[in-house]
């Protein structure tokens, strides 16, 4: 399964790099679709982690204080932390979840239907390559998308914690 994985990710790859999928597809079809199968499944099926790692993130808006959740791709760090990168499809703008950690650190993922609490922390400029290399290692040309849009794409690690 893993080879078949690896092909269909080496096929897809480069598409994501496209200005039709940055611009049209990625931003306007991914959100509402991964959100349907959420609700369908109760998240337990994302369609993006037929592919990569995937994980919904919970977290509270940084204006508003109401919840928020968005699907994203997540690299494990290898030391049961999640890394996610705020990419926002090469868009100029950092995504709105990015903010909302900042504000709001502390915050929940599901992965495969199962939630947990997480706390955030930004990772540091001095390790930002190797991050990036993690990353990279398992989606080839991501950071293409932080070049591309012309800003320092915030990183995250996500930090599981234990519920009082």
Do not use: C
């Not at 337990?44 to 928020?68: D, E, I």
């Amino acid at each position: 399964m893993t080879r078949v994985v690896d092909v269909v990710r080496a096929a897809i790859a480069p598409l994501t790099r496209t200005r039709v999928f940055r611009r049209a597809i990625g931003p306007a079809v991914l959100p509402p679709l991964e959100a349907v199968i959420g609700r369908l499944t109760g998240g337990r099926v994302q369609v993006s982690a037929l592919l990569v790692p995937s994980l919904v993130l919970h977290t509270v808006g940084a204006k508003s204080g109401a919840p928020r959740d968005a699907a994203l791709m997540y690299t494990p760090d290898g030391q049961g932390r999640a890394i996610v990168a705020g990419t926002n499809f090469a868009g100029a703008r950092h995504p709105a979840w990015t903010t909302n950690l900042l504000a709001h650190p502390d915050a929940a993922i599901t992965v495969r239907g199962r939630r947990m609490l997480v706390r955030s922390s930004r990772v540091p400029d001095a390790e930002r390559d190797a991050v990036w290399r993690l990353i990279e290692a398992q989606w080839p040309g991501y950071r293409g998308y932080e070049r591309d849009s012309g800003r320092t794409v915030r990183l995250f690690r996500l930090q599981p914690v234990r519920e009082h």
